[in-house]
């Protein structure tokens, strides 16, 4: 089971938004956090349940919220509940959502924190695992270009 120390069944968790949760909350200690954006549920429910089991999901739209809001709410949950695990699941091709890996990564930085983070990507209906390098070259097209004129 990944839930936190503190936290209640898997099956008993109600998904929670981001921004409204308190960085405190008893379930985010220690505890294993499923960050998504928000129409992942709809659009991939069978995806969004096979994550979401025994994590504490929490989502936010990055349509809605600019992400230097959510980098800083991610930076002070690492800071005060130190959770184990950290999933960020978005859909693939989203200028917005694409962001949610960024600022994953950035509040895991800026905090200084050691937590295991994992990227997934919903396209087309499958689940993709992302790797930190591609989330990394991502955020610089020059990369992105050098990567692939050498494929050409």
């Given at each position: 089971?990944?839930?936190?120390?503190?936290?209640?069944?898997?099956?008993?968790?109600?998904?929670?938004?981001?921004?409204?949760?308190?960085?405190?909350?008893?379930?985010?200690?220690?505890?294993?956090?499923?960050?998504?954006?928000?129409?992942?549920?709809n659009?991939?429910?069978?995806?969004?349940?096979?994550?979401?089991?025994?994590?504490?999901?929490?989502?936010?739209?990055?349509?809605?919220?600019?992400?230097?809001?959510?980098?800083?709410?991610?930076?002070?949950?690492?800071?005060?509940?130190?959770?184990?695990?950290?999933?960020?699941?978005?859909?693939?091709?989203?200028?917005?959502?694409?962001?949610?890996?960024?600022?994953?990564?950035?509040?895991?930085?800026?905090?200084?924190?050691?937590?295991?983070?994992?990227?997934?990507?919903?396209?087309?209906?499958?689940?993709?695992?992302?790797?930190?390098?591609?989330?990394?070259?991502?955020?610089?097209?020059?990369?992105?270009?050098?990567?692939?004129c050498?494929?050409?």
């Amino acid at each position: 089971m990944l839930l936190g120390k503190n936290s209640i069944h898997w099956y008993e968790v109600i998904e929670m938004e981001l921004l409204a949760t308190n960085v405190k909350n008893r379930q985010l200690i220690e505890a294993a956090l499923l960050i998504y954006g928000t129409c992942v549920k709809n659009e991939t429910p069978k995806i969004f349940n096979a994550l979401a089991k025994g994590r504490i999901p929490l989502h936010v739209c990055l349509e809605k919220i600019h992400m230097n809001i959510v980098g800083f709410k991610l930076a002070t949950i690492l800071q005060t509940s130190k959770p184990k695990e950290i999933v960020v699941l978005t859909l693939d091709g989203s200028p917005h959502c694409i962001q949610l890996h960024f600022t994953a990564e950035q509040a895991k930085r800026v905090s200084k924190s050691n937590v295991n983070i994992k990227h997934y990507v919903v396209e087309k209906g499958k689940l993709i695992e992302i790797s930190l390098d591609i989330v990394e070259i991502a955020r610089h097209l020059s990369k992105v270009r050098e990567a692939y004129c050498q494929k050409q």
